[in-house]
């Protein structure tokens, strides 16, 4: 006879990222979604992590941004985040300029918007027609108010005869911007792999950008920053919450329009969506607030 397992214990609705953070040194934070929704900046969050820099916290945002940390610097300060909110930014953007070192010398091609060009500066790479590449990366929808990844289908099924990989800059699926959800480059990185693609990813929830935020945390604070002592802060379930797992840290999940209907969390809300799931945060919240 098999014996019963028992339910996880219920996930706890907090008022405040003091009740969940006694014991941490860094706060590895998630922008779109936690600090704003891509047109106005959450006021609560930005004085959450600044108060939490006060005491001699370090906060980092970590972001699946499609581009390098400056042009996400720049982006998020028109937005309103007040720059002493953060210590610094690494984006998925910075991990998939490091990948692409290996493609200096090989025709690839950009699948994605203009404004996320500011990823290939300054490195000498070749672009060509999509189905003249050695490779593509992906950095989102060419327009994103009125495309699925199902707009792609046809592409893809022509990059999939020729067997070019492919590099998602952004894993995200959907992301939250004012009252709207838009697809991101993940979808149509996931549509690529249902076919049969092949996809390395440069963001969240894979390892090499906590790799790299995990480094800059340790040569902001002087010294390496043990895991136990690092949260990571953000909405996504598939890449804030389960990337936290992987990399080893604990996490606060922030409640958006991504995963939550207006946003509005209670006991029956979080046991759906963490129904089964492997990585579950040590509290939920409906938005950060200090």
């Not at 990948?99 to 690839?108: Q, S």
């Not at 946003?263 to 809300?269: F, P």
């Amino acid at each position: 006879m098999s014996t019963p397992t028992s339910s996880p214990p219920a996930i706890p609705i907090v008022s405040t990222v003091a009740e969940v953070a006694a014991g941490t040194r860094a706060w590895l934070v998630d922008i779109w979604g936690v600090m704003h929704n891509g047109v106005a900046p959450f006021r609560p969050a930005a004085e959450a992590t600044a108060a939490f820099r006060k005491r001699g916290g370090i906060v980092l945002l970590v972001s699946n941004a499609p581009r390098p940390a400056a042009s996400v610097i720049a982006q998020i300060t028109t937005i309103g985040v007040p720059r002493d909110a953060y210590d610094g930014v690494v984006s998925s953007g910075d991990v998939c300029r490091a990948m692409l070192a290996d493609w200096t010398t090989r025709p690839i091609h950009h699948l994605g918007p203009d404004r996320d060009k500011p990823v290939f500066e300054g490195l000498p790479l070749r672009f060509v027609p999509a189905e003249q590449a050695d490779m593509v990366v992906c950095t989102g929808l060419l327009n994103d108010d009125t495309e699925t990844a199902e707009t792609y289908r046809p592409l893809l099924e022509r990059l999939l005869a020729k067997r070019i990989p492919m590099i998602c800059a952004n894993p995200d699926l959907t992301v939250e911007r004012g009252n709207r959800v838009v697809y991101c480059a993940g979808a149509i990185a996931g549509l690529y792999e249902q076919i049969g693609g092949e996809v390395t990813y440069a963001g969240k929830p894979h390892l090499p950008i906590y790799d790299m935020a995990f480094a800059r945390v340790s040569q902001i604070a002087g010294s390496t920053v043990p895991r136990e002592a690092v949260m990571a802060i953000g909405d996504g379930l598939r890449t804030d919450i389960a990337g936290a797992e992987r990399a080893g840290i604990r996490s606060l999940f922030i409640a958006s329009g991504v995963h939550v209907e207006g946003g509005r969390i209670d006991a029956a809300v979080l046991e759906t969506l963490f129904a089964g799931a492997r990585a579950r945060p040590v509290a939920a919240m409906q938005g950060l607030s200090p």
